[in-house]
């Protein structure tokens, strides 16, 4: 949508709408992206801004709410400090995909949300890229005078999984996996896809032999 008015008001999250529209989000297009911070900031900023959008909505799939709670504002009412650390999972994002053979591009693809990462015994790439999220998870939580603790705690800095990836307990593992298969409709509900690195380059070689 250009912007968030007309038909994306029938899509607003409320009590009359939430069973009828539950899956269906209205993206007002120049209200989100006509910002200085988004123009100066590039991706990752509507990457940062969707994750922390996701993570408001597993809190009410779990009921889980704590209005007290400053992280579980709305995007535009966070402090900066917390946007920061919303803009460091979608940093690595791009590093992660680039290592695995693959890159973001602007959305062409209608069914680019349906990609599905190999888990196949050999060549898991699931496995790889949730590890190596875990990784460098650890060493940003580790620069930043994190340190590991039986309990997690935001006063002592202290987090239980900020172990090696064999260490990490199986359900932490399955989070990270999950968010890993989740990139593909994640990006495409910010714009964007995930394509091959070498597709591009392949299709332009095709047309010029």
């Known amino acids: 949508m250009a912007e968030d ?6 899509l607003k999250d409320d009590d009359k709408n939430k069973s009828t529209y539950k899956n269906l989000h209205a993206f007002p297009l120049l209200d989100q992206t006509c910002k200085p911070d988004l123009i ?8 940062a801004r969707d994750l922390h959008e996701a993570y408001l909505e597993g809190l009410d799939s779990e009921k889980v709410m704590d209005e007290g709670d400053p992280a579980r504002d709305s995007w535009e009412n966070l ?12 940093d690595r994002i791009g590093v992660i995909l680039e290592e695995h ?17 190999s888990e196949k015994e050999g060549s898991d790439e ?39 990836w064999k260490k990490l307990p ?18 495409t509900r910010t714009g964007f896809q995930i394509e091959r690195a070498e597709s591009r380059f392949s299709a332009r070689s095709s ?3």
């Open 5 to 10: 008015a007309g038909l994306a008001v029938l």
């Open 40 to 47: 100066l900031r590039g991706t990752h900023e509507v990457l």
């Open 79 to 90: 402090p900066e400090d917390i946007k920061e650390k919303n803009r460091l999972p979608a």
């Open 101 to 117: 053979g693959y890159r973001i591009a602007p959305l062409t693809d209608w069914k680019a949300a349906d990609l599905v990462f």
């Open 126 to 164: 699931v496995e790889a890229m949730a590890r190596m999220e875990h990784e460098l998870w650890c060493q940003e939580m580790l620069a930043d005078d994190w340190r590991f603790g039986s309990v997690k705690s935001k006063k002592e800095e202290t987090n239980p999984d900020l172990v090696p």
């Open 170 to 187: 199986l359900d932490e593992q399955g989070k990270n996996k999950k968010f890993i298969r989740d990139l593909p409709r994640l990006l």
């Open 207 to 209: 047309e010029n032999p």
